[in-house]
């Protein structure tokens, strides 16, 4: 007799009526009849799966626990954008355990909740406040796919005239190796040059150099003052990307103030675990002109805050992605 508790009987829902009916359906009189005419005998197995006897779910809590306890944590002095952090009870207990952040409320909207979207609407803004750029989105995978975003926007805004192509890519010798070869690798299909240097005021005259990107702190430490560095690309028609730690940003001259026109990084800083590499959720912001460019070549998710025109429903957010908004009924809304 099957137990109850099994798994196969909560979660597989289809009966021998069902399953004889849609066998019917598509002309075949059993399960291994149907495989047999769709799967190759060349790549199936021989052979019974090698599997232990299945485990209810208590069981397996205990089995994942122990095979747990066997790892080894170890203190990583490896540094090169991942560092290990400490979460306060407080935050833990209120924002990471609190379900109001992800219950859904809202009767209208069945795949993501107002608390949620509220959670990523404050994690914008705190990179706005503290990179000092008008746009931010809703995070990325890590920071070298947020880097590769903003060479390949760059690239595009600096070459969309046509006139002349600009395909060279400076590249900090202080930025890390792991975004180092994201950017290498998404550079190869744009057919993009990066050269990797300690860059200074000379590489900026190469005319075919659209855009640089800066480490700030740098690999090893470092804390440069790219002021006049910037203001000098910028006169080129050079665009500035600035790799930057959301949290050396509490105490640290912002890359918006000496005029980043894109600051990248990831938020690990900010009490997320090490987890064995990653990733992380990363960040992207940029000036007011480039919003434009961030929603057609990045197409990445950005949350917006909203007044309902119905007053007792008060302020609603909204989730864009890819050029679609996913909300209720538009006509609710008024920004």
Not at 184 to 205: P, Y
Not at 212 to 228: M, N
Not at 260 to 281: K, T
């Amino acid at each position: 007799m099957s137990h109850p508790h099994q798994f196969e009987s909560r979660h597989l829902g289809n009966e021998p009526r069902e399953v004889n009916q849609m066998l019917k359906t598509i002309g075949v009189a059993s399960l291994d009849q149907l495989i047999d005419e769709t799967i190759p005998s060349g790549i199936r197995m021989k052979s019974p799966l090698d599997l232990p006897d299945a485990m209810d779910e208590y069981q397996y809590l205990r089995h994942i626990k122990n095979v747990g306890a066997q790892n080894k944590v170890y203190r990583s002095y490896i540094g090169q954008g991942y560092y290990g952090t400490h979460t306060p009870s407080p935050i833990l207990r209120n924002i990471f355990q609190n379900p109001g952040w992800y219950t859904q409320y809202t009767p209208y909207q069945a795949e993501i909740a107002q608390g949620r979207l509220e959670a990523l609407f404050n994690f914008q803004t705190m990179v706005s406040d503290l990179t000092v750029l008008p746009i931010a989105n809703a995070s990325l995978l890590d920071e070298g796919t947020a880097a590769a975003e903003a060479m390949n926007m760059f690239y595009h805004l600096a070459n969309k005239s046509g006139e002349q192509v600009k395909s060279k890519f400076l590249v900090d010798s202080q930025v890390f190796s792991q975004t180092l070869d994201i950017i290498i690798t998404r550079a190869g299909f744009l057919n993009i040059e990066v050269v990797v240097k300690d860059i200074n005021e000379q590489d900026l005259i190469d005319p075919t150099v659209f855009g640089i990107l800066l480490q700030y702190p740098g690999r090893q430490g470092f804390v440069t003052d790219y002021s006049v560095l910037t203001q000098k690309a910028h006169a080129q028609n050079i665009y500035v990307t600035v790799a930057t730690d959301l949290l050396a940003l509490t105490v640290l001259c912002p890359p918006g103030e000496w005029g980043a026109d894109a600051a990248v990084g990831n938020a690990q800083r900010f009490g997320v675990p090490m987890g064995y590499g990653g990733p992380h959720a990363a960040f992207f912001a940029c000036k007011e002109e480039y919003k434009t460019g961030i929603w057609r070549r990045k197409q990445r998710s950005h949350v917006g805050s909203s007044q309902c025109s119905i007053s007792q429903w008060g302020k609603c957010y909204r989730y864009n992605a890819k050029g679609s908004c996913r909300m209720g009924t538009p006509a609710q809304w008024v920004n």
